[in-house]
């Protein structure tokens, strides 16, 4: 269900930083593993980050596209997921969306998306 909800996309230039943020509502994100996927104009969904939920592992994965580039943390006072995305290229122009999927403790949620663009 629709119950995530992201926020921190914007425009950039090339090379610069953007930080998105993932929230939830009416359910513990901290207790979810949280998935970031993006969506370029044209193009099939690409998954870029994960992070295990807090009461696991605490693992984090990364697309080989954007691995060394983006980073995926929490904060657990927060109940956040952040993605922070360095040396932005043109080509990570995309809707950026976060989901957490069906498991032992958590359900399929997901958001609308934050776009970001980044410019040449």
């Known amino acids: 269900q629709v119950q995530l909800v992201e926020s921190g996309g914007g425009s950039v230039q090339a090379g610069g930083s953007l930080t998105l943020s993932c929230t939830s509502r009416?359910?513990?994100?901290?207790?979810?593993?949280t998935h970031w996927y993006r969506q370029a104009a044209g193009k099939n969904r690409e998954w870029v980050s994960s992070i295990s939920a807090l009461s696991t592992d605490s693992s984090t994965s990364y697309a080989n596209s954007v691995k060394d580039r983006f980073a995926i943390s929490r904060d657990k006072a927060k109940d956040t997921v952040y993605l922070v995305m360095n040396r932005l290229k043109p080509e990570a122009t995309a809707l950026y969306s976060c989901?957490?999927?069906?498991?032992?403790?958590?359900?399929?949620?997901w958001g609308q998306g934050t776009q970001v663009t980044v410019s040449p």
């Open positions: 009416g359910f513990t994100l901290n207790s979810c593993a």
């Open positions: 989901e957490t999927h069906a498991g032992r403790a958590c359900n399929y949620h």
